[in-house]
């Protein structure tokens, strides 16, 4: 007993002695770190920062959502993304935008950004915003028509939609709060994943046969 009680005592001087290795600051210690998306530096939550004297000021400005996306899709709609990896200069501030497209009719399917929570606003045109809650809600489903000028707001995870219900294009700018927000599109998902998700696996949580899977993943080959 005496032994154990000094070991324990020998280690707590220790600990009291050793000089520190570790420290954090929960600010900013720089103005900007513009990514290096080229760069070999290990990484754990962004890129590594280009030297501070090759930063030009075209990282803080950008117009590439000034350009309405091509709606000649499957889904009738074109997102033109703002994260990190087209605009590096949102490295490391938390930060990135889209902008969604939509022809009459169109759709931004049922998906979710995993790593953050969304806020849009309509641009143009007038949009069904749908919002499945979670089992807690009881599956609620919250809904909406946002018209130009109107804003909703999506909480991190949760799954919805934007259908355009007008007769002519509509538009929609959407903030995030990361830098890469990630995105998951349901239908694609389930029916166009690499390797894909085994059929009786699906005919057994959508309570369908077979041959409806197998068209579904049809329409999906190639992930697309």
């Known amino acids: 007993m005496g032994y154990s009680k000094n070991l324990g005592a ?24 513009v ?22 000021d075209d990282f803080l400005f950008s117009s590439k959502l000034a350009k309405a996306g091509n709606t000649s899709t ?7 993304e703002l994260d990190v990896a087209e605009w590096p200069g949102t490295n490391t ?20 950004h995993p790593r953050a929570t969304d806020i849009g606003i309509v641009m143009k045109g007038e949009l069904l915003v749908g919002i499945p809650g979670s089992l807690d809600s009881g599956n609620k489903l919250y809904s909406r028509v946002v018209r130009a000028g109107e804003t909703f707001l999506i909480p991190r995870g949760l799954m919805h939609f934007q259908f355009n219900v007008g007769k002519t294009h509509a538009s929609m700018v959407v903030s995030f ?14 029916f166009g994943s690499n390797p894909p998700i085994p059929t009786p ?3 057994k ?13 049809s329409k999906f080959a190639g992930g697309s």
Do not use: Y
């Not at 949580?205 to 993943?217: M, N």
């Open 177 to 190: 709060n990361s830098q890469n927000p990630g995105i998951v599109f349901v239908p694609l998902t389930l």
């Open 35 to 56: 990514a290096d998306l080229d760069g070999k530096a290990v990484s754990v939550n962004g890129h590594p920062c280009k030297p501070m004297s090759e930063a030009g």
């Open 74 to 80: 499957p889904n009738g709609s074109a997102v033109t």
């Open 10 to 33: 020998g280690l707590f001087a220790m600990l009291l002695l050793a000089p520190a290795v570790l420290a954090s600051d929960p600010d900013p210690l720089q103005d900007f770190c």
């Open 205 to 217: 949580a959508l309570r369908v046969e077979a041959g409806v899977v197998e068209l579904l993943k």
């Open 93 to 112: 501030l938390g930060v990135s935008m889209n902008r969604v497209d939509f022809a009459p009719g169109g759709t931004n399917p049922p998906h979710i």
């Open 201 to 203: 696996v699906l005919t």
